[in-house]
């Protein structure tokens, strides 16, 4: 493999010393950018675009292209793996994902397939792999996955969710089935992950979107628990390096001292937590990553400016830092805005890494 050129995300995530702090956004290859839009006309649906390796990987290194990035991400969706397990995910104009077979019952768990992913999901792995070449050691690539819990949500949902009514009943009327749904996704996002990283992911990711929807004992059980299985499953090596892995728990800032505990190197920190209240926490066990309000993007470039010297001063000096949004990038958002995010994180963060 091609010796990267940029390694300053990688060893900041594993609290090196770096000469400024890294950033990426979540969600940079995506509907801002025209070019975006261009390919994703091309490819005809966004799961024809996710399903097709070559403009994959060209819509992954759009934002690239564009922007001085440190950080590449996989192309995809959480919602491949649940798909790969035989739930037929579609997708409804302007109403977001739905599954046609629901996981309902004790009898849809015990059919459950762990999917292969270089079977139902070689598409996402010939991605990565083109992805990685195409990059050509420029910056590392980030894979990743839903968590179990998030996952599950969607599954038993059949969709997005507002209240998790159906999964909620579940867990509390039937911890064990849930529990064993949660067993079944963990293994696949494990093995999941580890594809990835065969093929080329650099460091790896895992979003949970809906744990900030349970309560705390909740959340430790259904939530954390099958993560951290995750983390200990996965891959930590590859190429003569560590392979980082990120957690990310929206709404999840009062579990950061939990969540270092996992075994994770780096934590995603939304908006609503303060960096420094954030690090405190975790006392440097691990790296945190975020933390800018994605709607800051809509401020002019001097307020954007403003706002990245406060969040950097909120982590304060160091490594460990990987300065990123508190969530993915609004789709209608100016592209010249993160550009100037971008500049100012370049700029300002070196005074902290003196």
């Known amino acids: 493999m091609t010796q990267l050129q940029n390694d300053t995300f990688l060893r900041a995530l594993l609290r090196e010393p770096v000469a400024y ?27 024809d675009l996710c399903k097709n390796p070559e403009l994959a990987c060209e ?33 409804s104009e302007g109403e977001g994902p739905h599954f046609e077979r629901p996981v309902r019952t004790a009898a849809d768990v015990e059919q459950l397939p762990i999917p292969d992913p270089e079977g139902e999901l070689k598409y996402v792995m010939d991605a990565v792999s083109t992805i990685r070449g195409a990059l050509n050691g420029r910056v590392p690539l980030i894979g990743f996955s839903g ?15 507002k ?15 849930l529990h064993r ?66 957690l990310f728990t929206k709404n999840g800032g009062q579990w950061l001292g939990d969540m270092a505990k996992t075994g994770c190197d780096a934590l995603g920190v939304d908006w609503t937590t303060d960096l420094a209240d954030a690090r405190r926490m ?37 490594s460990g830092h990987v300065f990123n949004l508190g969530h993915g990038i609004t789709p209608d958002v100016d592209p010249e805005r993160p550009a100037a995010m971008i500049a100012a994180v370049h700029e300002l963060s070196r005074a902290y890494h003196a």
């Open 21 to 47: 702090t890294p950033v990426w956004m979540m969600r940079q290859a995506g509907r801002y950018l025209p070019e975006y839009r261009a390919t994703r006309a091309k490819a005809g649906s966004f799961m």
């Open 59 to 91: 819509v992954t290194l759009q934002p690239l292209d564009r922007y001085p990035l440190d950080a590449a991400i996989l192309f995809s969706d959480i919602l491949t793996v649940p798909d790969a397990m035989g739930l037929g995910l579609y997708f």
């Open 147 to 161: 968590s179990p819990w998030t996952l599950a949500t969607y599954m038993v949902e059949g969709g997005g969710s």
């Open 163 to 177: 209240n998790f009514s159906k999964i909620k009943a579940m867990m509390f009327d039937q911890p064990a089935l």
């Open 181 to 246: 749904l949660l067993e079944k996704v963990a293994a696949s996002v494990t093995s999941y992950l580890n594809a990835q990283v065969a093929r080329g992911a650099q460091a790896t990711m895992i979003f949970d979107t809906w744990g900030g929807s349970l309560a705390p004992a909740n959340y430790r059980e259904f939530s954390l628990a099958y993560m951290q299985r995750v983390v200990e499953g996965l891959t930590r090596e590859a190429e003569g390096r560590k392979v980082p892995v990120i």
């Open 282 to 318: 975790v006392a440097d066990r691990v790296a945190l990553q975020g933390n800018m309000d994605p709607c800051t993007l809509y401020a002019s470039p001097e307020r954007i400016r403003e706002e990245v010297a406060r969040v950097l001063a909120s982590y304060g000096p160091g």
